[in-house]
């Protein structure tokens, strides 16, 4: 049985979610961002209630719907390379690798994911790529022109204005100000 669930995007989510199944007696084999498979081939009323409140209590849910799970696992391939990867290079065609991982024509899920979030995959894929670069800034590890090229930027100017679309400010006022604690996001709610 294979399960979906809303909210997984980074290794913890994986491992929280692992130990509530557990929990509930349940026995996941593969855990990734957004889909579980588990050994039982059916759940009964009971185990489905108390999973839905284990998931509910840990900020995640349950995805029944198709569409839903589409836009899911097309948020979860955008963060995971956001996020996860080394490096985002400045050719990554992000219309191809999702037609390619998801299995539809490009068109068909630019839009889907705009009719039910309200926003382009393209503007998702902007807000999660300051996200980031908020972490980065934050951390105080790397210079402007490293996390621009980290993130397949072409210039830091190019992330710069983007920066200041989506936030109000530069990346050097914010770095400066410190005010990132309070501008910060969870990846659930960008």
């Known amino acids: ?20 199944l557990e929990k509930l007696g349940l026995h996941p084999e593969n855990v990734t961002l957004g889909e ?7 759940l ?3 185990q489905q209630q108390r999973l839905h409140a284990a998931l509910h209590e840990l900020g995640f849910e349950r995805i029944e719907d198709r569409k839903a799970r589409m836009i899911e696992r097309i948020k979860n391939k955008i963060i995971q390379v956001i996020h996860n990867s080394g490096q985002v290079s400045q050719k990554y ?10 299995h539809y024509d490009y068109n068909y899920l630019s839009n889907l994911f705009s009719s039910v979030e309200g926003l382009t995959i393209e503007q998702f894929i902007i807000r999660q790529k300051i996200e980031r670069v908020k972490e980065l800034l934050f951390y105080d590890e790397l210079s402007l022109s490293e996390i621009s090229w980290k993130l397949g930027y072409s210039s830091v100017a ?8 989506v936030t109000g400010m530069t990346p050097s006022h914010m770095k400066k100000s410190r005010q990132m604690e309070n501008t910060r996001k969870s990846l659930d709610d960008v």
């Open 93 to 102: 065609n992000w219309s191809d690798v999702l037609a390619e991982e998801l």
């Open 44 to 46: 009964t009323d009971s």
């Open 1 to 20: 049985m294979i399960l979906y669930i809303k909210n997984m995007v980074c290794d913890r989510c994986k491992m929280a979610v692992t130990v509530a």
């Open 36 to 42: 579980v498979k588990l050994k039982e081939e059916q």
């Open 158 to 165: 190019h992330l710069s204005s983007q920066f200041k679309k």
